[in-house]
């Protein structure tokens, strides 16, 4: 994998408890070396299950978590609003920025802490690195947002036109796999991959009105894809809310894009990557030869994270 060579075995922790300002509570797994010590701390955020939640997909979903922790690093994995077993409703976007803000003044307090803190993932994993990145607290010393970008709203919208194919086949994992204070199971994923669910889903976008489009696909409304329809594109209030890329002057965390170049995303963090440096940052990118969800990108990016993360979490200078 090009990593440097693991240094510890791992313990699992999970169900972890964050409360929110507002009651709700989010659960995480914890990644830890089990040899006494302190270490730095990662962060990732997601609306795809914990390891702990995803069944048999689970010790596969945890691969780049116990790399990670192999090497010296406590990891945390957060579920998101209103998935799996986490509290609250989900509403894409909408609560990462207070959601994030809150789990950093959390984590900040458990004893395993020792006040070195960097985030990392991909794609809506990236975004949520982006909602907490500007004016963050001094301990955030390093971020890897991977295959993802700070303004969300154009890879939905290209062209001021609606992407209805990525739109709808998002909401339907996202509904696929909506199981609100349970985990993954195996009939949700047959739910995304089958035949013909695939099948079935080529026929809605082929012939289904776009209004329709989302109750033909899964059943029922879509709440967040209706509102996408209705919001009227990126310069829309609701975009212009959850959107990040206005704030991108005031990250001073160091930063590492990691992009693909056939990602959907390319666009958009090649333009964040020229912002920062516009507004005097210096952040890193790396382009990889992948596509948004091709398999080798995750292990790229652990191997690109790894030598941030020992740079700017451990001091080594030297880092591969």
């Known amino acids: 994998l090009g990593l440097r060579p693991a240094e510890h075995s791992v313990a699992f922790e999970r169900d972890l408890r964050a409360t929110m300002p507002d009651g709700v509570t989010l659960l995480a797994d914890r990644f830890a070396p089990r040899a006494p010590g302190r270490y730095p701390t990662i962060l990732v955020r997601t609306p795809y299950g914990r390891p702990s939640e995803a069944g048999l997909y ?7 978590y116990t790399l990670f922790a192999e090497r010296g690093y406590n990891v945390v994995v957060q579920g998101t609003r209103g998935r799996f077993r986490s ?20 984590m900040a307090g458990q004893p395993w802490f020792e006040g070195n803190l960097g985030m990392w993932g991909p794609s809506y994993l990236g975004y949520t690195q982006w909602a907490v990145a500007a004016d963050a607290p001094p301990f955030l010393k390093a971020i890897v ?16 036109g609606f992407a209805f194919e990525s739109s709808l086949r998002w909401a339907s994992i996202v509904r696929a796999t909506h199981r609100p204070g349970a985990n993954l199971d195996a009939t949700s994923l047959w739910a995304i991959v089958s035949p013909q669910r695939q099948a079935a889903l080529a026929a809605v976008l082929n012939t289904a009105a776009l209004p329709d489009a989302d109750t033909r696909a899964t059943g029922a409304p879509v709440a967040f894809y209706q509102r996408w329809l209705a919001d009227g594109g990126p310069d829309s209030a609701y975009w212009r809310t959850v959107d990040h890329h ?13 992009a693909g170049w056939y990602d959907i995303f390319l666009h958009e963090q090649l333009a964040d990557y ?6 005097g940052r210096t952040p890193f990118l790396t382009v990889l030869p992948r596509h948004h969800n091709d398999p080798a990108l995750i292990t790229d990016a652990v191997r690109e994270g790894l030598w941030w993360f020992d740079a700017h979490l451990k001091g080594h200078t030297q880092a591969m």
Not at 58 to 64: D, S
Request: no cysteine; aromatic share 10%; glycine share 12%.
């Open 58 to 64: 689970g010790p596969l979903g945890a691969l780049p």
């Open 87 to 106: 509290g609250g409703e989900f509403e894409p976007f909408v609560n990462e920025a207070a959601d994030g803000r809150a789990t950093l003044e959390w």
């Open 145 to 160: 947002p991977v295959v993802t970008a700070a303004r969300f709203s154009r890879p939905f919208y290209p062209g001021d």
């Open 246 to 258: 206005r704030s991108l002057g005031r990250v001073e965390v160091p930063t590492h894009l990691v």
């Open 274 to 279: 020229a912002a920062m440096l516009a507004a």
